[in-house]
């Protein structure tokens, strides 16, 4: 069973940087070409994607973030990254990591596909 564990939020100040980890549990007999993302949420709003990687390593991001973030991802420790730089208010949002060991890519990168595994989500704060 895929099971993904995100570290690394926190509060910065605008216009600072925060880089949030994912580590994926469960993948061995999958390999690693699959799809990976980091959606967003902030209460009472849609959960909204921010950028993803697909089995190639190709990346893609919303234009919100385009510029700023930067998604990677390590085949060899499991883990996938989230650096945030130039950080807005505006962001401030808890951050989910989301994996689907059977998709290798899709049209919209940025629409969790159906057997999408979540993890707890881990709350990123910026104060102006």
């Known amino acids: 069973q895929v099971q993904l564990v995100e570290s690394g939020g926190g509060s910065a100040q605008t216009g600072g940087s925060l880089t949030l980890s994912c580590a994926v549990f469960?993948?061995?007999?999958?390999?690693?070409?699959?799809?990976m993302a980091w959606f967003r949420q902030d209460p009472g709003t849609e959960r909204e994607g921010v950028t993803a990687i697909d089995g190639n390593g190709r990346t893609y991001y919303a234009d919100s973030v385009k510029g700023r973030f930067t998604i990677s991802k390590d085949n060899d420790k499991n883990t996938l990254y989230l650096h945030m730089g130039n950080l807005k208010p505006e962001d401030t949002a808890m951050y989910y990591c989301a994996a689907d060991v059977t998709t290798f890519y899709r049209q919209n990168m940025l629409v969790p596909p159906v057997s999408t595994v979540w993890g707890q989500g881990t709350q990123v704060t910026v104060s102006s």
């Open positions: 469960g993948v061995t007999s999958y390999g690693s070409r699959y799809y």
